[in-house]
Structure formats: structure tokens, C-alpha cells
Nanobody, 114 residues
Framework: QVQLVESGGGLVQPGGSLRLSCAVS????????MAWYRRAPGKQRDWVAS???????NYADSVKGRFTISRDNAKNLVYLQMNNLKPDDTAVYYC????????WGQGTQVTVSS
């Protein structure tokens, strides 16, 4: 069983920043590639960023240069630093491994609006 608990979302103005956190427990090993995904209103869930066990990262083109994924294996935490947020970043954000396990958390809502 895997437990994934996301936090850190909120309402922010365009150009603002947020830092999301994901607490990972259960059978997701520290060696797994971890990722953030998001689901915008009325759309499918999309991959946003991933980080492997060597801390090598990849990003969707839409967030490249604005978002930074990181992990703290000692604390079983995965982070997503989001800068220069845009209204199109409004979504529920989820973390999971990559490829994803069937066990999704509740996600954390990010709303970018003036």
C-alpha cells in the first residue's frame, strides 16, 4: 500500500510562487522516480515534472524554467517549487511515482487568479 499526501496549495496572484510538498509512505521505494502531475478543470491529469534517484529532473515544456522539483529521501518528501505562476497553472496537483502507482492522494488545489 502506498500513501501520498500533498500539501502547500492555495490561491496566488499571477507571477506569484508556491511550494508544494508530498509526503510519501508505504512501498514506494526511495529509489523510485517521483513525479508531480496536475489536473486542470475539465481536463485529464497531465505529467508536470519528475526526478529520479540520481536527482536528474525533467519538466513539461509548459513549466520549464518556472518550476523546480526536488526530493528529500531522508524525510520521504518530494517538493515542487512553482515560480512565476500563470492562470493556466490552476489545477489540482498530485504526486506519484513515474510510472504512477494506482494509489493517488487527494491532491492539493492551486488557483492562480487576480
Amino acid at each position: 500500500q502506498v500513501q501520498l499526501v500533498e500539501s502547500g496549495g492555495g490561491l496566488v496572484q499571477p507571477g506569484g510562487s508556491l511550494r508544494l510538498s508530498c509526503a510519501v509512505s508505504g512501498s514506494v521505494a526511495r529509489s523510485y522516480t517521483m513525479a508531480w502531475y496536475r489536473r486542470a478543470p475539465g481536463k485529464q491529469r497531465d505529467w508536470v515534472a519528475s526526478i529520479n534517484r540520481f536527482a536528474s529532473t525533467n519538466y513539461a515544456d509548459s513549466v520549464k524554467g518556472r518550476f523546480t522539483i526536488s526530493r528529500d529521501n531522508a524525510k520521504n518528501l518530494v517538493y515542487l517549487q512553482m515560480n512565476n505562476l500563470k492562470p493556466d497553472d490552476t489545477a489540482v496537483y498530485y504526486c506519484n511515482s513515474a510510472p504512477a502507482t494506482p494509489y493517488w492522494g487527494q491532491g492539493t488545489q492551486v488557483t492562480v487568479s487576480s
